[in-house]
T-cell receptor, first 113, second 114 residues
Framework: GENVEQHPSTLSVQEGDSAVIKCTYS??????FPWYKQELGKRPQLIID?????GEKKDQRIAVTLNKTAKHFSLHITETQPEDSAVYFC????????????FGAGTRLAVHP | DTGVSQDPRHKITKRGQNVTFRCDPI?????LYWYRQTLGQGPEFLTY????????KSRLLSDRFSAERPKGSFSTLEIQRTEQGDSAMYLC????????????FGEGSRLTVL
């Protein structure tokens, strides 16, 4: 069935270091890959997304890469700050369209000053 | 606030009772989704509406769960004969028609079944 695996489940870094979170997906028809950030007690919020016709996308300190052949995509956060501490979820669209997202289990990122 | 709103934010009920959650999406959004999130997990898809039509329902959803979106605006999610395993955060999200796009989530309705 449709599945998204996310690693690691927890990640602890020092302020200023980089953080990388990796996801794999099973549905070869997936063509939309968003990343959501969820702070404690808050709603998930989109931080960056990538479509299947693009290999990489950057937005300031955040970048996402996509390898469709290997069905991998990754989130890269550079120069981490304490306010980056949160749970990050990757997701992939399924059924060849954009109607439904399957989410990974999440990565709890802790950035220590 | 013109975001997605959900009500109630918290619900504590006894096993066997029925509960209903309401979601008001962003007004111009035609697509509405319900997700369930348990501690330490990502949101799990429950069901999807395009306007008033329920186009997909997760096979994980038992017959005790029903959702409606009668006029293509707000939606309700009802759980009948609640079980302790139903305890979770129920998230509603909406998005506009046409192409891939951001899901705008509500703050969620947290259900605790005693």
């Amino acid at each position: 069935g449709e599945n998204v695996e996310q690693h690691p489940s927890t990640l602890s870094v020092q302020e200023g270091d980089s953080a990388v979170i990796k996801c794999t997906y099973s549905d070869s028809a997936s063509n939309y890959f968003p990343w959501y950030k969820q702070e404690l007690g808050k709603r998930p919020q989109l931080i960056i997304d990538i479509r299947s016709n693009v290999g990489e996308k950057k937005d300031q300190r955040i970048a996402v890469t996509l390898n469709k052949t290997a069905k991998h995509f990754s989130l890269h956060i550079t120069e981490t700050q304490p306010e980056d501490s949160a749970v990050y979820f990757c997701a992939a669209s399924v059924s060849g369209g954009y109607n439904k997202l399957i989410f990974g289990a999440g990565t709890r990122l802790a950035v220590h000053p | 606030d013109t975001g997605v709103s959900q009500d109630p934010r918290h619900k504590i009920t006894k096993r066997g009772q029925n509960v209903t959650f309401r979601c008001d999406p962003i007004s111009e959004h035609n697509r509405l989704y319900w997700y369930r999130q348990t501690l330490g997990q990502g949101p799990e898809f429950l069901t999807y509406f395009q306007n008033e039509a329920q186009l997909e329902k997760s096979r994980l959803l038992s017959d005790r769960f029903s959702a409606e979106r009668p006029k293509g605006s707000f939606s309700t999610l009802e759980i009948q004969r609640t079980e302790q395993g139903d305890s979770a955060m129920y998230l509603c999200a909406s998005t506009a028609m046409g192409g891939p796009g951001e899901l705008f989530f509500g703050e969620g309705s947290r259900l605790t079944v005693l």
